[in-house]
């Protein structure tokens, strides 16, 4: 599998694609809408940043709770059901009167069953797509979700303006309920892809399987912790330019759209593998320039710039995929997603701290340092852990997998 159209000519990639295109659609101009209507009301950093990325800090509880279940119910209830209660909790928060503390309640409940999104979803993509497709089809969810997430700031930005933050959240449920339609009559009814019920003592066993293997460990430590603290820097975006964060926001996703174009279609295999150290220290060094703090034009560069790193993704889930059994896929893939925006919610909430106590501007270029270290110190281990991936042949049983 070569080409985009070579996906859309496979049958469900259209209805999975169009599913992921309206959540985080929703998911961005609801974001964007609740960050505006926080911050109008406390005048926080700390509490805005938590508003827009906090429901990560909830993923962790869906993570060891909730999360066996991505492999052990039915993908297309499981994704139905989802956008469903997203469409609702949104909806809920867009109501007059609702006091931040209720705000906040209604993110804990959306952070934590959120976490079987990601493993659903993308565990999907095993399903619909041959193995050899993976790179390709994630690579253009990656690109679907950049480009909604442009749209969605840049749209979400006018709405905000023109019609107001609680219109422009239901605006946003109405985009999960496209995102239940699509997966509800657009994907085929298909069995749970492993045995027995979801259940937290099943979570926990495979979560503690998956984070035996020490070349998983460092993936996984590569996927949440730079890309985390980087998120965590962008979350003080409505802090360090109020009028000009969504422009800020849709810079950013649009460095991350060509960088999964360039990684996901156009780089070879073999070049691949090489880029993933590169690409996660592109991710944070732009940054260190806001230290200097730069004038709007010039972010907005740097936030363009620097989210091509992200791109670094797509090569860690290729190693991810490579040392984990296929009935395990939507767990594994589901504890990166919880684990990534985990880590997104905690950075959010240390950049916020930073920023109260110094500045927006300081605090990215904080984060910035922290992302480099963090990436330089994983760089060794992660070179082992290529030339096991190249050498691993996938295979279907749990035990060959666990060390």
């Given at each position: 599998?070569?080409?985009y ?8 990639f259209?209805?999975?694609?169009l599913?992921?295109?309206g959540?985080?659609?929703g998911?961005?101009m609801s974001?964007l809408?609740?960050?505006t209507?926080?911050h109008?009301?406390?005048g ?5 940043a ?7 800090l909830a ?8 999360l066996s ?6 993908p ?26 209720g705000t ?5 409940v959306?952070?934590m069953?959120?976490?079987l999104?990601?493993?659903?979803r993308?565990?999907?993509?095993n399903e ?8 390709l089809?994630?690579s ?5 979700a950049?480009?909604?997430q ?12 023109t ?8 605006v ?10 699509s997966a509800r ?7 749970a892809?492993?045995q027995?019920r979801?259940?937290?003592?099943q ?18 430590l590569?996927?949440?912790v ?7 820097a962008?979350s003080?975006?409505?802090?360090y ?11 950013a996703a649009?460095?991350?759209?060509l ?8 780089v ?13 220290l592109?991710?944070?060094a732009?940054?260190?320039l806001?230290?200097l703090?730069?004038?709007v ?8 710039l620097a989210?091509v ?10 190693r991810l ?6 009935e ?8 990166h ?15 916020g701290t930073?920023?109260q106590l ?11 340092c922290?992302?480099l270290?963090?990436?330089l110190t ?5 070179r082992?852990?290529d030339d096991?991936?190249?050498a691993t ?5 749990v035990a060959?997998?666990?060390?």
């Amino acid at each position: 599998m070569r080409t985009y159209r070579d996906l859309f000519a496979t049958p469900e990639f259209t209805p999975l694609f169009l599913a992921s295109a309206g959540h985080v659609a929703g998911q961005t101009m609801s974001g964007l809408a609740l960050g505006t209507l926080v911050h109008a009301a406390t005048g926080s950093p700390l509490l805005t940043a938590l508003a827009m990325f906090g429901p990560s800090l909830a993923q962790v509880l869906g993570a060891t709770l909730l999360l066996s279940a991505a492999d052990r119910l039915p993908p297309r209830a499981a994704m139905t059901g989802l956008a469903l209660l997203f469409a609702a909790g949104t909806a809920v928060q867009a109501l007059p009167g609702m006091p931040v503390w209720g705000t906040f309640a209604v993110l804990l409940v959306l952070g934590m069953v959120g976490a079987l999104g990601g493993g659903v979803r993308y565990g999907l993509v095993n399903e619909v797509l041959p193995r050899d497709g993976y790179v390709l089809g994630r690579s253009l969810l990656n690109m679907c979700a950049g480009t909604m997430q442009i749209a969605g700031f840049a749209l979400g930005g006018l709405l905000v303006v023109t019609l107001s933050a609680r219109g422009t959240l239901l605006v946003g449920a109405g985009l999960y309920l496209v995102s239940a339609a699509s997966a509800r009559f657009g994907l085929s009814r298909r069995p749970a892809r492993a045995q027995g019920r979801p259940s937290v003592a099943q979570t926990w066993r495979t979560n503690a399987l998956l984070w035996s293997d020490r070349s998983r460990r460092r993936v996984y430590l590569a996927l949440w912790v730079p890309n985390g603290l980087m998120v965590g820097a962008e979350s003080l975006f409505v802090s360090y330019a109020p009028s000009q964060a969504g422009l800020l926001f849709a810079c950013a996703a649009g460095g991350m759209l060509l960088g999964d174009i360039l990684v996901g279609r156009f780089v070879p295999t073999a070049w691949r593998r090489r880029l993933g150290v590169p690409l996660l220290l592109l991710l944070a060094a732009p940054y260190l320039l806001f230290a200097l703090h730069p004038a709007v034009p010039v972010a907005l560069v740097l936030a363009a710039l620097a989210s091509v790193g992200f791109a670094a993704s797509l090569v860690q889930q290729e190693r991810l995929m490579s040392l984990t059994p296929h009935e395990l896929s939507g767990h594994a893939l589901g504890l990166h997603t919880s684990g990534m925006l985990t880590m997104q919610g905690v950075a959010a909430t240390l950049a916020g701290t930073l920023a109260q106590l110094t500045s927006p501007a300081a605090a990215i270029t904080v984060m910035g340092c922290l992302s480099l270290t963090v990436t330089l110190t994983l760089a060794r281990g992660l070179r082992a852990t290529d030339d096991r991936a190249a050498a691993t042949v996938p295979t279907r049983t749990v035990a060959d997998h666990s060390s």
